[in-house]
């Protein structure tokens, strides 16, 4: 069965960097992607971005454009997202989130993915003060 592990959350400043990791497990799918969703207090939860596994395709929100980076280590089954330039209204709890690829990366805007059969990690806490 899939399982997903993130770990990397934290406190920082406005300004600083941290490191999300997602360790997957059981990958499955045919073609897979994993992607990192937020949650921030008072709002629905939102795609920031996402990767294919193996690949080089990628996918960032407008408002983490540039400050953000996903990656992965294939040796370690683990997605990582570097983020930078960290501001208060990053703070969220951050999941990893994995299913087959959608057929385009706007499905990750619209709602429907990952799909029914996708899997979500337990989320990491990351608190940006100003």
């Known amino acids: 069965q899939v399982r997903l592990v993130e770990s990397g959350g934290g406190s920082v400043q406005a300004g600083g960097s941290l490191r999300l990791s997602c360790a997957a497990s059981?990958?499955?799918?045919?073609?897979?992607?994993v992607g990192w969703f937020r949650q921030r207090p008072g709002h629905e939860r939102a795609p920031v971005a996402a990767l294919v596994i193996g690949g080089t395709s990628k996918a960032y929100s407008d408002s983490v454009q540039g400050r953000f980076t996903i990656s992965q280590d294939n040796g370690k089954n683990t997605v990582y997202l570097q983020m930078n330039s960290l501001k208060p209204e990053d703070t969220a709890m951050y999941y990893c989130?994995?299913?087959?690829?959608?057929?385009?990366?706007?499905?990750?805007?619209?709602?429907?993915?990952?799909?029914?059969?996708?899997?979500w990690g337990q989320g990491t806490q990351v608190t940006v003060s100003s």
């Open positions: 059981a990958l499955s799918y045919s073609s897979a992607c």
């Open positions: 989130a994995a299913d087959q690829c959608p057929p385009v990366w706007a499905n990750l805007y619209d709602g429907s993915w990952p799909g029914v059969k996708g899997y």
